[in-house]
């Protein structure tokens, strides 16, 4: 079966987090992503967090599937001209070097558009234009810059950062909605151009109910925190809102059966207002129905904690997976607090292809996140990523026409291969 991108060529400049996030998911819909690589070296993500010896390390194999790798000193004058056919040859590059990185290689966009016009050139950066343009980022930098930390965690606690790698994954995902979106205008136009997705504008737009939040604060409280009903007062920015809802209907994480001893036996629990009866016959407080203390939102604001402790007092004897049994069908909006290992083993999630076991020469079975976005026409096939240089002589013979011959003048200059150190040494 044709798979969706099958045709467009991806030179994959990319490494550690972000970068490899976008090319992995424009490889899962069938693009050719050719990732390079410095001799000897490779994404530093490789040797990160190993846990087998020897092998290329799980950070590095769940962010590369389905891609093929090329070893390039791009420094190198040789491997510069490889890099150059590279240009000419794929559709898209992507990016994500420290800023100017590039440039100081000597592949300006100006350069790259001489050498391929209708060239995409997709970059990650920490920050846009501004005062920080220059900085290096990672993840948790962006968190804080992008307006996440100051709004997470609770309102006694510091600024904190969220398990969810929304500046590097998230900003991954905005970057392969630029490239699509600039691959279609190129359809109409011929032309290539620029995609940029600075990880802090990344961030905001994935915080943006924080910044509605902030203009509705300049006209008076936020009324579905949990402060206001606790007489907390506001200041002038957004404060942390523990875990209330985002959505303007009261909302918290309550204790289940077991909490005593399983760190995850919670639900969270939503007590939206159309379902408001419900749950009041599902926690035995029917008089609560036509009581004007709680009948309405409104009144119910300024007692939210009396409320969740009471419907807290109910979720204890359940477990989270009876309340989801028992609240799902009711429309009462629930949901278990999953751990990284029953994920690991949910049925549903391997079935749909989310979870996937992917075997490795070095490493053998492990797990990995497959593709979250299912294309109906398009199916995933996850493969496993490739060890460092595996695909240079393929890549270097079938995309460039280089000559056996060619390719070992190639490695002999240093140019694919670590240079060979002098025999006098
Ligand atoms: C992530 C980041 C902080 C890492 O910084 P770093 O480890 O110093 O890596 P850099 O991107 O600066 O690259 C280091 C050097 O390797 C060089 N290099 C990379 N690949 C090469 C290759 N194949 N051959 C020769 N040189 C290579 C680069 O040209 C650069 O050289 P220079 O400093 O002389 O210009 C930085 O790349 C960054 O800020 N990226 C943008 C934001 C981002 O994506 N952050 C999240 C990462 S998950």
New binding site residues.
């Given amino acids: 079966m044709v798979k969706a991108l099958e045709g467009v060529k991806v030179l994959d ?8 996030t976008c090319t992995q998911l424009l490889a899962w819909f069938g693009a050719d992503v050719i990732k ?4 000897g070296v490779g994404d ?1 993500t490789r040797k990160q967090l190993v846990d087998v010896d020897g092998a290329d390390s799980l950070y590095f194999t769940m962010l590369n599937h389905n891609k093929r790798s090329i ?6 004058p040789k ?1 510069k001209e490889v890099l150059e056919r590279l240009v000419k040859a794929c559709d898209v590059l992507v990016e ?7 440039d ?2 000597g592949f300006t966009w100006e350069r790259i558009q001489e050498l391929n016009p209708r060239m995409i050139m997709a ?4 920050f846009g234009p501004g005062p920080f343009e220059d ?5 948790n930098i ?1 968190q804080c810059a992008g307006g996440s930390a100051s709004t997470t965690g609770f309102l006694d606690g510091p600024p904190t950062v969220t398990g969810a790698q929304i ?2 994954s998230g ?1 991954g995902l905005h970057l392969a909605l630029g490239i699509m979106t600039a691959l279609f205008q190129r359809e109409k136009t011929g032309r290539g151009q620029k995609v940029l997705a600075p ?1 802090q504008d990344g961030v905001l737009n994935l915080c943006r109910v924080k910044l509605r939040d902030q203009q509705r604060l300049e006209r008076g409280p936020l009324t579905e925190y949990s402060q206001y009903g606790e007489d907390i007062p506001f200041g002038d920015a957004v404060p942390r809102a523990g875990n209330d809802s985002g959505g303007g209907q009261p909302g918290r994480i309550l204790k289940c059966k077991g909490w005593e001893t399983d760190p995850n036996a919670y639900t969270y629990f939503i007590t939206q207002a159309p379902v408001w009866e419900k749950i009041c016959d599902v926690i035995n407080k029917p008089e609560w129905k036509e009581d004007p203390e709680y009948k309405t939102p409104k009144a119910r604001l300024n007692k939210l904690s009396h409320i969740f402790n009471t419907i807290e007092e109910w979720t204890m004897t359940k477990t989270k997976f009876e309340v989801m049994e028992i609240c799902n069908p009711l429309d009462i909006p629930v949901g278990p607090i999953l751990s990284m290992k029953e994920l690991a083993e949910d049925q549903a999630l391997r079935a749909a292809g989310t979870i996937v076991e992917v075997d490795h020469p070095e490493r053998g079975k492990y797990l990995t996140v497959g593709c979250p976005i299912k294309l109906s026409d398009s199916p995933v096939e996850v493969r496993r990523s490739p060890l460092l240089g595996e695909h240079t002589d393929q890549i270097l013979s079938d995309v460039l026409g280089y000559s056996a011959a060619e390719v070992e003048e190639l490695k002999n200059a240093g140019a694919t291969e670590p240079a060979k150190k002098m025999a006098a040494e």
Avoid: C, I, W
Avoid at 71 to 76: C, Q, S, V, Y
Avoid at 96 to 102: C, I, R, T, V, Y
């Fill in positions: 400049f990319t490494h550690v987090q972000s970068g490899p390079v690589e410095r001799p530093a070893t390039l000193d791009t420094k190198n491997g994500n070097f420290a800023p100017g990185a590039l100081r290689m970059s990650v950066k920490g900085s290096k980022v990672y993840e962006a500046g590097d900003t990880m």
